[in-house]
């Protein structure tokens, strides 16, 4: 199915974003696969024909500023955003995802790994977010589609039945309620507009933002962002799912 569709991914040098960069290329899209660092998304996009590697730090003004930049140069628009560039803490190592809770509790925790976190998950989606909005507006079939995670739900951490609820805390679990909270505020923006956003996660998918403890497959973890992101213009707005579209609580 080829189409003249223009979408930015952004952390999309590994995991879920290059899936999901190589399955819209499949599709037809014109792919720009954003990387922090240049050389290795240039070497991600190499093996992908129909994409293209584009410098973008979401936690840097100017280089999300020049990426907007040189979109609008070489494209004149933007149809699609994928706001999928994440960290869970910026530890490197082998610890699971229980051993980075443990040393992540409300009462303890570095402000300045919370900080650091909510750069990348909060503040970097918000930014992106301002930067790209005018090509978005360009497009009559343009999409946002932020790739979360269910632990970010308030109201699933809540109970205290839910699998997840011990290891809530304010770095990565919070900054994900924080980037919803966000998101909710794009969707209300632009809901008497033709602009379309969505919130999806994932599951728990094994990458490296959980040093590989998912239990779900890159295929099986990227294709509810891809389903969303394919929707077409007579597609739902404002919904916060996972796969095969079941909604997750705000």
Known sequence: MATDRIALVTGANQGVGLQVTRELAAHGVTVLLGSRDLARGEAAAADIPGTTAIQIDVTDAASITAAAERIRSEFGRLDLLVNNAGISSTAGGNRTPEQVAAN????????????????????????????????????????IVNVS??????????????????????????????????????????????????????????????????????????????????????????????????????
């Open 104 to 143: 992540a509790k409300a009462s303890t925790v570095s402000l300045d790994e919370v900080r650091a976190v909510w750069d990348v998950n909060v503040f970097g989606v918000l930014a992106v977010y301002q930067a790209m909005l005018p090509l978005l507006r360009e497009s009559d079939d343009a999409r």
């Open 149 to 250: 995670s269910g632990v970010g739900s308030l109201a699933s951490n809540a109970d205290p039945s839910f699998p997840y609820h011990s290891i809530y805390g304010p770095v990565y679990p919070a900054s994900k309620a924080a980037e919803n909270a966000l998101v909710l505020a794009m969707m209300i923006e632009l809901e008497d507009t033709d602009i379309k956003v969505n919130l999806v996660s994932p599951g728990y998918t094994s990458t490296a933002l959980n040093n590989y403890a998912g239990t779900e497959s890159l295929e099986d973890g990227s294709r509810e962002v891809v389903r969303v992101a394919l929707l077409g213009p007579n597609g739902p707005t404002g919904t916060f799912t996972r796969w095969e579209g079941s909604t997750i609580p705000w």
